[in-house]
């Protein structure tokens, strides 16, 4: 595969066509399951729009998947870029993620969280998250439970529980995670 040719928004459409309905799944039952529009879902379907990662962790909740099975391209060598364009924004642009690989049940990905920001979220039940901090410090909140964490601290947590990552410096947090999924 050829970096500079990659279209991630139609491979994301490709792949949700084809597990829906691998899942012998309607694009309105869907909808209904993930809270997503149906007008929407055929616009990502059909590689019209570019998605935010809240969507797609939407969409991924609903047909009971990891992310990166929406972002997954055949390959045996992969190079991701670091500051490539094929990042996913959360609600407010105070958080980005970049997906990598899919390795055995796990899934990783390059994130970066806004000066002065938090973004929350939770995953599948049985899911496994690990954080690597890769500069300046992040206050993560895992259920009730706050973690400071400094530059290459490494937190591991389940998933499934709301955990919010939070950002009181004047910088960007720059991190690497990895989530692994009990039925991939």
């Known amino acids: 595969m050829n970096e500079e040719n990659i279209d ?22 869907l909808a209904n399951v993930s809270n997503v529009s149906k007008l929407t879902l055929g616009k990502i379907e059909r590689g019209e ?18 992310l990166v099975s929406l972002l997954t391209f055949e390959e ?20 980005f993620v970049e997906p990598l690989f899919k390795t055995h049940g796990s899934e990783w ?4 969280i806004e000066p002065n920001s938090e973004y929350s979220e939770c995953h599948l039940a049985g899911s496994e998250e690990i954080v690597l901090v890769l500069n300046g410090q992040l206050e993560l909140k895992v259920g009730e439970k706050c973690h400071q964490l400094n530059q290459w ?9 709301l955990h919010t990552y939070i950002n009181r410096s004047n910088e960007k947090v720059h991190l690497m995670l990895s989530l692994t999924y009990t039925t991939p």
């Open 76 to 95: 045996h060598t992969e190079v991701h870029r670091f500051g490539s364009e094929y990042q996913f924004a959360g609600h407010n642009n105070d958080w």
């Open 109 to 112: 990905y390059r994130g970066c």
């Open 153 to 161: 601290d490494v937190i591991k947590f389940k998933g499934e529980e």
């Open 49 to 66: 729009t570019n998605p935010t990662v809240n969507i797609l962790w939407k969409i991924c909740r609903g047909l009971n998947i990891p």
């Open 8 to 29: 991630l928004s139609g491979q994301v459409g490709v792949n949700l066509r084809e597990i829906r309905k691998n899942k012998r799944m309607s694009l309105e039952e």
